[in-house]
T-cell receptor, first 108, second 112 residues
Framework: RKEVEQDPGPFNVPEGATVAFNCTYS??????FFWYRQDCRKEPKLLMS???SGNEDGRFTAQLNRASQYISLLIRDSKLSDSATYLC?????????FGAGTRLTVKP | DGGITQSPKYLFRKEGQNVTLSCEQN?????MYWYRQDPGQGLRLIYY???????QKGDIAEGYSVSREKKESFPLTVTSAQKNPTAFYLC???????????FGEGSRLTVL
């Protein structure tokens, strides 16, 4: 079993749609969690950290469920510019592990 | 400007040759990482270093070597023992307070 698993997609949604991604992790000792965004042929960039209480940044909401060992990312009112691959990252003692990513395409 | 600098951006090498990819950071971060990304796939951890003169193997360390003689620098050598070296290589350092990874722009290695 992979340490971090994501649905690879692709998710093809119309502008304005709400879309949600999940990510599961296998190690219950994982300490911190992040969502990164990666555009084609570019380096990943931090989208948001994921806190135990859940957190929101504009149209983006991240949640953590430690009991079930998954994190989620919700994107509301999708924009064309949200088209990218979204990477889930799990940290345990500075050992940062990435999921394979979920590809999102937002269409007009 | 503060950040991570990787070089070269593009590199071609013949089979059987070793090649070293440079990664330099001026963010004063202790932890640094090397990842490999193949087309359509996620990032796989090659090596990471939490402090100078110390480093640990990741999932796919075979055929690679690193050094951490200075805090600012974490070069990766792709050796001839690496069977499929053609890939996109990403270096990152980790912020001490937030745990966020800051990435360089990557190095694309093609073996001819």
């Amino acid at each position: 079993r992979k340490e971090v698993e994501q649905d690879p997609g692709p998710f093809n949604v119309p502008e304005g749609a709400t879309v949600a991604f999940n990510c599961t992790y296998s190690n219950s000792a994982s300490q911190s969690f992040f969502w990164y965004r990666q555009d084609c042929r570019k380096e990943p960039k931090l989208l948001m950290s994921v806190y135990s209480s859940g957190n929101e940044d504009g149209r983006f909401t991240a949640q953590l469920n430690r009991a079930s060992q998954y994190i989620s990312l919700l994107i509301r009112d999708s924009k064309l510019s949200d088209s990218a691959t979204y990477l889930c990252v799990v940290n345990r003692n500075n050992d940062m592990r990435f999921g394979a990513g979920t590809r999102l395409t937002v269409k007009p | 400007d503060g950040g991570i600098t990787q070089s070269p951006k593009y590199l071609f090498r013949k089979e059987g040759q070793n090649v070293t990819l440079s990664c330099e950071q001026n963010l004063n971060h202790d932890a640094m990482y090397w990842y490999r990304q193949d087309p359509g796939q996620g990032l796989r951890l090659i090596y990471y270093s939490q402090i100078v003169n110390d480093f640990q193997k990741g999932d796919i360390a075979e055929g690679y070597s690193v050094s951490r003689e200075k805090k600012e620098s974490f070069p990766l050598t792709v050796t001839s023992a690496q069977k499929n070296p053609t890939a996109f290589y990403l270096c990152a350092s980790q912020g001490m307070n937030t745990g966020e990874l800051f990435f360089g722009e990557g190095s694309r290695l093609t073996v001819l």
